[in-house]
């Protein structure tokens, strides 16, 4: 079962346009159920007419919240708040995110947060820049290392991880990475676990890839780069796209 997950971010702009989008989605998710679980992560404000509007097996999540209950945050929201709104899942430590202040530190909070309350994390990892001496390696590892530094494996297999090279994410992206690249961080990324949990459990933490993924490249994603599927912004905005791109991943090659 590969994993296509599409990150609204800040969009769209009318709920009109929510309701279209989350119908359309549904569509996809119903056409691909069979080899696709799809899971979508509207803005917060969107949630109570995602929720009403998305069909089975259609998934719901949300994007970011606050590190602490503290009601004293302005503009932020709880984990509580996304749960009773109905997010099953939501994505942390995306690098829009990083960019505003959420570091690993808040990001590990935000992870208990989460279990607390039972929502499942997708968690957002990536460098900012490549070098060709491999430095960039050491940035995943420390933003592995503190989220998964207290966490029981039983918490771990649950969690989804996205790597989101950050020089790929987005309009400004200089490009997509490579199947080759990608799976080099598969690797990294599931060696970490192994020695951390065992072999069994870092298996079984599923491994997307995120940034500037779309219908043409998102195939050799999975077939070359040890991708389990995808965290998508841009081309989960349009349906036809988003359609293509499902289609690409689950059709076999002839
Ligand atoms: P993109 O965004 O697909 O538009 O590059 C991906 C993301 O930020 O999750």
Avoid at 204 to 223: C, K, M, P, Q
Avoid at 240 to 249: N, Q
Wanted: proline share 4%; hydrophobic share 45%; net charge positive.
């Amino acid at each position: 079962m590969l994993y296509l997950i599409g990150n609204w971010k800040m969009a769209p702009e009318k709920n009109s346009q929510v309701i279209d989008l989350v119908k359309k989605t549904t569509a996809i998710a119903r056409t691909y159920k069979k080899s696709l679980t799809t899971i979508i992560c509207p803005p917060a404000v969107f949630l109570p007419a995602v929720v009403k509007n998305a069909k089975v097996p259609l998934l719901v999540g949300a994007q970011g919240l606050a590190a602490s209950d503290a009601i004293a945050q302005t503009g932020l929201i709880s984990a509580g708040m996304l749960k009773d709104n109905g997010a099953a899942y939501c994505i942390i430590g995306h690098s829009e995110m990083r960019a505003r202040g959420d570091n690993n530190e808040i990001v590990k909070q935000q992870l208990t947060k989460l279990f607390d309350k039972k929502i499942v994390p997708i968690l957002c990892i990536g460098e900012k820049t490549r070098d060709t001496q491999g430095w960039y390696l050491s940035e995943i590892k420390e933003q592995l290392e503190t989220a998964f530094a207290d966490l029981v494996p039983l918490q771990a297999k649950k969690i989804i991880i996205a790597y989101e090279p950050v020089w790929a994410i987005g309009k400004d992206a200089t490009r997509a990475a490579t199947p080759a690249e990608c799976r080099e961080m598969m690797i990294f990324i599931r060696k970490m676990l192994s020695d951390k949990y065992d072999e069994k459990i870092a298996k079984s933490i599923v491994l997307l890839y995120g940034g500037s993924a779309d219908e043409f490249n998102a195939r050799s994603f999975v077939t070359d780069g040890a991708a389990q599927g995808f965290l998508v912004g841009r081309v989960s905005l349009e349906a036809k796209r988003l359609e293509a791109l499902a289609k690409a991943i689950t059709t076999p090659e002839k």
